[in-house]
């Protein structure tokens, strides 16, 4: 069995027109999917991923955004790290029940992470709910940051789900969650700043080119290594 050095369970909220099952797939698979069936229940998907050299396991619990399945989150809230809640940047009704989504969250998973994502950005002329409207929204629920995105052009996603990453690895002292366990985590009293459109700023560009530096490096050191050794060993056989 695999091992992970983190394990994260992220839930995915929003209406049904908010494009939580296109995201999540956009960022499991890098394909965009129009002609999607309404998500019934809950569906789950995982992804393995790396931040600053640890091995971080993604659940994301996508949650089906009628009412009538509203019922289930609160079951499943229990032992989730962080919450995405998606509207439609072209529908603003999808933005009305944030306040219901995180006050069931606050309930019955505590005060974890939650980031607030407008989508379709890529529908510039069909916009109906400002970014400025997103941004303020987030900042009254009290939110760990915003951010929007397209699933459609992939815009932002990958930023979406590495700004979760960091705002976790703040927020949780590093080696209490080891392994793929069900084990309970022990949460740092850290207040977690908020990450409002931050994805594309400088700190965050900078720290993913040396993110790529120092894998690059690796991978040639590995490979001398390996030239090395394979020189040695025709040596050994002259010998």
């Known amino acids: 069995m695999a091992s992970y050095d983190f394990t994260w369970k992220i839930m995915m909220l929003g209406d049904k027109d908010a494009g939580k099952t296109s995201l999540t797939i956009r960022y499991i698979s890098s394909f965009f999917l129009d002609d999607l069936k309404l998500t019934i229940g809950v569906d789950f998907f995982s ?46 009704s999808t933005l009305d029940h944030l306040p219901e989504w995180t006050q069931i969250i606050r309930e019955h998973a505590g005060d ?20 400025e409207q997103g941004i303020q929204a987030a900042r009254l629920y009290n939110l760990s940051g915003f951010i929007e995105v397209s699933s ?3 815009q932002n996603v990958e930023k979406l789900f590495d700004v979760i990453t960091e705002i976790l690895f703040d927020r949780y002292r590093p080696g209490v969650i080891r392994g793929y366990s069900n084990l309970p985590v022990n949460k740092v009293n850290k ?17 993913k080119k040396l993110q790529r530096f120092k894998s690059f490096l690796k991978k ?20």
């Open 152 to 154: 459609k052009t992939g």
């Open 47 to 92: 992804k393995t991923t790396k931040y600053s050299d640890k091995k971080v396991k993604l659940q994301i619990w996508d949650f089906g955004g009628e009412e009538r399945f509203r019922f289930l989150l609160h079951q499943y809230c229990k032992g989730a790290n962080a919450a995405f809640f998606l509207y439609n940047i072209t529908i603003p």
């Open 220 to 239: 040639l050191f590995e490979w001398l290594a390996d030239k090395i050794r394979g020189i040695l060993d025709s040596m050994s056989m002259c010998f």
């Open 191 to 207: 207040p977690v700043t908020h990450r409002l459109e931050n994805a594309n700023s400088s700190k965050y560009v900078i720290r």
């Open 112 to 131: 974890i992470p939650i980031m607030l994502v407008g989508t379709n950005i890529h529908l510039k002329e069909q916009r109906a709910v400002t970014r």
